[in-house]
Structure formats: structure tokens, C-alpha cells
């Protein structure tokens, strides 16, 4: 830590990509990058898949596949749980997030891959040209 986060808090935009979301959130709060975080409100977070993920309050037990897991809570940067990559995979129907809607019992979305949210000051914001749902 002492050699990165110089680096973190100079930061304008911080990329958070893709992976196991499980796996991602347990390294960020062990490396101590989440706690870091946490003190650096003016920086932009772009997230991609996982990293989408990763920043919502729970990720739903659908998404976790790191063996080590002790339940689907990730970050919760923001209030909402995001269902991603909808219809990139036969798995990841409408009707897919709709029961994994149900389960996560909070605000959620499901976005494809030409939908973005944006969040400033807390006030969400669809931007899309592709295929999104919102649920709860």
C-alpha cells in the first residue's frame, strides 16, 4: 500500500474491469484499496462488469463463483445491484434478472453492453442505446 496508494490519491479516474466480483471485493478490502477509497470522494470510478459490480451493496448469490465467498456483499459505493451483460450470454435473459431481481429484494438494474449508470452526487442516471431494466 505504501507504494500504490500515492498513486490512488493522485488519481482522477480509477478503472475497476471485470473478473469475479467475490474475488475483486475481497482483494480490495485486503489490500486496504477499499478503505482508501472511501476517503477520496472527488474521484471518478469507471466500472466495468465486475468492477460494476463490485461497487453496489450485493451482487446476488446468481454471481458468486469464487470458492472462497463467504456470501454475495460487495462494496455498496452505491444503493443499487447491478445485473450485467444482458443478453451477451444465454444465461443472462430478462428473464434471468428478473429472478435474480427477486432475490436481491433492493433497487437493481440489469444493463447490456451499451448501457452505462451514471451516479453523481446521488442521482442516477440511465445512459443507454442498448437494452436496460430497473427493478425494486
Do not use: C
Not at 479516474?13 to 478503505?35: I, Q
Not at 445485473?83 to 444465454?90: I, M, N, T, V, Y
Not at 429472478?99 to 438494474?109: D, F, L, N, S, V
Amino acid at each position: 500500500m505504501k507504494r500504490w496508494a500515492p498513486w490512488i490519491r493522485e488519481a482522477d479516474v480509477l478503472l475497476v474491469d471485470g473478473g469475479d466480483a467475490t474475488y475483486l471485493y475481497y482483494w480490495m478490502r485486503e489490500s486496504g484499496l477499499a478503505d482508501l477509497l472511501q476517503t477520496l470522494p472527488d474521484t471518478v470510478w469507471s466500472v466495468v462488469s465486475a468492477g460494476s459490480m463490485v461497487v453496489t451493496p450485493r451482487i446476488g448469490a446468481r454471481f458468486v463463483e469464487w470458492p472462497s465467498a463467504t456470501d454475495d456483499r460487495t462494496l455498496g459505493v452505491v444503493d443499487f445491484s447491478i445485473f450485467p451483460h444482458l443478453d451477451a450470454f444465454p444465461t443472462n435473459t430478462l428473464a434471468d434478472a428478473q429472478r435474480w431481481a427477486a432475490e436481491i429484494g433492493g433497487p437493481a438494474y440489469a444493463i447490456d453492453e451499451q448501457t452505462a449508470i451514471k451516479v453523481l452526487d446521488g442521482s442516477v442516471e440511465v445512459v443507454s442505446e442498448g437494452q436496460w431494466a430497473k427493478f425494486g
